[in-house]
């Protein structure tokens, strides 16, 4: 008979918290680098691989940005997310929003049509070859200056037709949501979604801070929204989704191991839970990886992890047909399988 976390990684689900620079795997950081010549501070796959031990956020923005250093042309971005698009697959992962930093690669004199270019061809070809379909949520850094922000605004609003929402992600403390009120403020009059990192290692207020002043319509991470009651209730009462990267909390240590992570208390304060992998080649692994370690210390039901996966579909993006073909087939294969 299967196991719980058998029909779980099993679940047709939506991927909503996944940096695009972040699926970058050692091999494929070192085979871009020989392409483009470029030298990694590391001897090998084993020694970059074995440097993935992270105190905290800052400790982890540090390696990531070093290794965005080898994507440099458009088939590096296509490749990166190819590959992304195929692991996801294994994991059923049907619709995926991926955020992309540009400003990570317009610091290099990378062109931002060449890192959008480079995306897209990737995502029209998962749509083709894996019936994965795709959103991509520009992020800004919100350690840099608003001013950088709006430039980078800017430059993206050629493309607009290519770029589905906004997000704010990189360093937390110290950089509160407020400081990008009004970029925000213009990414919403264009007419599309805006996201924001809060509460992961920022308190309570940069949630709040997220939905009063950019008004956001999803929270990634979010877990220290269970510090402050008031704001649980209003997530709970307002159906905010909170996209939940169990791996990537406990490797930042924002808990000292999955089993002080609050994932099932979010989920029993009625909360809109998803689970999602942030940063797979830098975290441990990629969702079903996730499902995994929450399942092996929390014991969910196949009812809870039904629920996560839902929540996943109606807080994407996506079109109401699309939501209503994906739970439905959601459904179907939880009613197939059964209660463990
Ligand atoms: N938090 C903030 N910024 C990030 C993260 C994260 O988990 N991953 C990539 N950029
Ligand atoms: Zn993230």
Redesign the pocket.
Known sequence: MLQVVDIACGMPKAELHL?I??TLEPELAFALAARNGVKLPYPSVEALRAAYRFTD?QS??DI?YAGASVLQTGQDFNDLALAYFRRAAADHVVHAEI?F?PQTHTARGVPFAVVLDGLTQAMRDAERELGVTSRLIL?FL?HLAEADAFATLDEALPHLDRIHGFGL????RGHPPSKFERVFARCRALGLPCVA?AG??GPPEYVWEALDLLQVKRI??GVRALEDPRLVARLRAERVPLTV?PL?NVK?RVFSDMKQHNFKRLLDAGLAVTVNS??PAYFGGYVNDNIRAVQDVLDLTVADWHRIARTGFEASFASDADKRRWVAALDAYVTAHGPA
């Open positions: 940096h620079e972040g956020l982890f923005l990531y955020f930093d992020c919100r992600d990189s360093s937390e990192h992961e290692e990634d991470h990267c990537s930042l942030d940063d």
